[in-house]
């Protein structure tokens, strides 16, 4: 193997190369939360032309109105990949593009969760007449999707002792790594 090449977690591949995988890995994961915040967000904005809207008081119009706003920020942070993509494609900054782009990705997943967590807000609170068993449930989902898109992950790259500046997460600039 040339001195180019480097080897990481098992893998030979130059900065370039490990920019190119991280970036397929990237899309892919994108597509998935990408399609759940399209098809949440086309529903939201379907609400306010129902009959029901009507009838809604100052707070619920206020939930929908927050819970829309999150809709859209979660969309325009999953699509952000392609904005970047098409503005910085062959101008040598991959490593760069991917590092970028997945720290937009991860705002978007944030925001794509408090957006389940407020559309669920909004569908409990009506269908219970405003109970607090609503804001019970909603609290319940919320933890577990902290649960499993947060905690879980952590424990597994810290029991792994794994620091997370390595292949995933690293600058991506191939500083310090002999090329």
């Known amino acids: 193997m040339s001195e180019e090449h480097e080897e990481h977690l098992g893998r030979h591949e130059t900065p370039e190369e490990g ?33 029901r809207f009507t009838t809604l008081n100052g707070f619920e119009r206020g939930l929908y109105v927050v819970t829309v706003v999150l809709g859209a920020l979660a969309t325009g942070a999953l699509i952000a ?13 991959k490593p760069q593009l991917v590092d970028a782009t997945a720290r937009v990705v991860a705002v978007g997943v944030v925001l794509l969760a408090l957006t389940v967590g407020s559309a669920l807000l909004m569908l409990l ?33 810290h029991r792994n002792g794994s620091s997370g500046n390595g292949d995933e997460r690293g600058s991506g600039d191939g500083a310090g790594r002999g090329s």
Do not use: K, N
Request: avoid cysteine; aromatic fraction near 16%; charged fraction near 10%.
């Open 19 to 51: 920019a190119d995988r991280r970036w397929t890995d990237l899309l892919q994961e994108v597509r998935v939360a990408q399609t759940g915040a399209q098809i949440l967000f086309g529903f939201l904005l379907s609400v306010v032309f129902t009959p």
């Open 81 to 93: 990949p392609v904005a970047y993509h098409r503005l910085l494609a062959g101008r040598r900054l």
């Open 125 to 157: 609170y009506l269908a219970t007449g405003g109970s607090p068993l609503a804001w019970l449930i909603v609290g319940a989902v919320m933890a577990w999707f902290a649960l499993w898109w947060l905690v879980l992950p952590w424990l597994l790259l």
